[in-house]
């Protein structure tokens, strides 16, 4: 039998004025944005094995506050009885998006009101993927692209360029929903834009939906040293219009062919420390398995030779979701170190991503095994 999938999408662009999030201590975020270029949405997916799921929820946001995914953790398991490790809130890491539902940016553009109604959205795309869920056929394909994005603190050089489109199609074949599991910045329009967007990801999956049929939840994977830097011809609306034109046609050449076997739920946890001087930083990291897929879930941004690694160990299909469940630091390759502005302003060691990433193959191992162990 196999896994059922179902799926929910909603436009959550807020009523009335709407103040931007993205950069700091730019005083037009302060204000409103002038326009609204184009909506951000959420897109929902729901794993269904039996009595165990996964729910997947992917958002034009910059970033979940780890104090929001516990809330959404508990308001799912308490109203439908999902475990709270099976719950994943996932950023595109939009920087031109939505500031109300952020409690400590420093804006203060905080609101109340509508981030009761945000939760409660997310709520209603869990009741919509449950109402709809069906057996599925998971087909997975990928490609690196190249000629728009790159390793961002080495011109030339190549990140995480892996793009592995997911797609989940009904018993007449007919795809239904799927994911984009990515790993670039989603920053094209610069600091100075004050129309939101829905940035690279968003604008993606909007176009993608012309030749795929569905809108793809888009998935950020290692993409901590990963962006378009090199790769730009301006930093404005028009740029993101080029470069998401640009990379809906190469995705969209990707096809899914190699069917995944999803028969199983099975989550690892694990967890790290860092601390040192007066810093302390507690992770959580899981590997849930499907089965033929495991997802690879961290709260912050990893540097793209760890997507690439993570994927190379597992035993199965590996996807990366970073910015998902919370937001910490980066997490860069030691050789990195000193390159950008970004590891000259860490708090996380050098070598200490390593021992994170060691962990998470580890975990798949583990995973690996036990699927084997279950398939005799």
């Not at 799921?53 to 506050?65: G, H, Q």
């Not at 968003?202 to 012309?210: I, V």
Request: aromatic share 10%.
């Amino acid at each position: 039998m196999r896994m059922k999938i179902g799926c929910a999408r909603r436009d959550i662009t807020p009523s009335g004025d709407v103040y931007l999030i993205g950069y700091r201590d730019l005083p037009n975020r302060l204000k409103p944005a002038t326009a609204i270029h184009d909506d951000v949405f959420a897109n929902a997916l729901l794993f269904q094995e039996g009595e165990r799921e996964v729910f997947v929820l992917s958002a034009d946001v910059l970033e979940f506050e780890e104090s929001m995914a516990e809330d959404v953790k508990t308001l799912l398991a308490t109203r439908y009885g999902i475990d709270r490790d099976a719950v994943l809130l996932s950023a595109t890491h939009d920087h031109t998006s939505i500031a109300a539902y952020h409690r400590t940016w420093w804006t203060h553009k905080f609101d109340q009101h509508y981030y009761d109604w945000l939760l409660e959205t997310i709520c209603s795309c869990f009741e919509e993927c449950r109402a709809n869920a069906w057996e599925a056929t998971a087909k997975v394909g990928s490609k690196i692209v190249e000629g728009f994005y790159g390793n961002r603190n080495v011109p030339g050089k190549l990140a995480d360029n892996e793009v592995i489109v997911l797609e989940f199609s009904d018993e007449s074949g007919k795809p239904f929903a799927g994911i984009v599991n990515w790993a670039v910045h989603s920053a094209v329009v610069g600091p100075d834009c004050t129309e939101l967007t829905s940035e690279l990801a968003g604008l993606t999956s909007k176009k993608l939906e012309k030749s795929l049929g569905y809108f793809p939840a888009m998935i950020v994977g290692a993409a901590g040293d990963c962006s378009d830097r090199n790769f730009r011809q301006g930093r404005g609306i028009d740029e993101v219009e080029r470069v998401s034109d640009g990379l809906a046609a190469a995705i969209a050449e990707i096809k899914p062919e190699r069917e995944v076997a999803l028969d199983r739920i099975e989550i690892q946890t694990a967890y790290h420390t860092v601390a040192h001087d007066d810093f302390h930083l507690d992770l959580k990291l899981e590997v849930i398995s499907l089965g033929g897929l495991h997802l690879f879930v961290f709260p912050s941004e990893l540097g793209g030779d760890f997507g690439i690694r993570m994927r190379k160990e597992c035993p199965v299909q590996g996807l990366v979701f970073g910015y998902t469940n919370g937001y910490h630091e980066y997490f860069f390759p030691e050789w990195e170190y000193g390159l950008s502005f970004e590891t000259a302003h860490t708090q996380i060691p050098k070598g200490e991503p390593e021992k994170i990433v060691d962990k998470f193959c580890q975990a798949s191992r583990l995973l690996g095994a036990f699927d084997a162990s279950s398939a005799r």
